[in-house]
């Protein structure tokens, strides 16, 4: 958001979606189990058909999380700058120092870095002047084919969604310095999801 359109300079920051560091990792390999690979591979060929053909996949991400914006918006001082707009940002005072929010009780930033600017100023807080919470996370599937003659296979799969369960938190709008909210993240990503699927190819 613009505090003030005549000054463009001021709103020079961060993407809304600026994301520093992203990667992202994906992955198959076929289990050496069964006739052929390094393990039982001298089972008989019906034994074979239980223990051999499945295959793991994968998808791992992990990146930094996107910039939020600090805030004063809130009565009685929501205007200091006098001039009507409901949403204004606070001036920096301070480092920002983000926290750790499970041993934090959800609080990921606290409002010692931020102040409330003199009557009739702007905040010199840039725009989008907070780093958001990371992401990290790994999807995972385990998949076993299985053929039936030479026209048909059977595919089992089973699919594991952040197949680790953990608590990727999401950026918080309880951004406004002046609530006793500020700076608390409760909100996270979907927790692991699993699903099973059996496909026929022909």
Known sequence: FEQYTWDLKAERANSDRDTRNRVVVGYTYDLPIGRGGAILSNVTP???????????AGIVQAQ???PMNVTINSPPIG????TGAGL???NCVGPIQTLDIRANH???????????PANGTFGNCPRNVLPGPGMSNWDLSLSKNLSIRERYQIQFRAEFFNVLNHANF????????QQPTFGRI???LPPREIQFGLKLYF
Do not use: E, K
Not at 46 to 56: A, D, E, F, K, Y
Not at 79 to 82: L, N
Not at 170 to 177: G, L, P, W
């Open 46 to 56: 019906g034994w074979n058909r239980l223990v051999g053909g499945w295959q793991i």
């Open 64 to 66: 930094s999380g996107f």
């Open 170 to 177: 999401v950026n918080t709008d309880n951004m406004d310095i």
């Open 186 to 188: 409760t909100q996270t």
């Open 79 to 82: 205007d200091p700058a006098g």
């Open 88 to 90: 204004l940002r606070p």
């Open 106 to 116: 959800g609080r990921y930033v606290t409002s010692s870095a931020f102040a409330v």
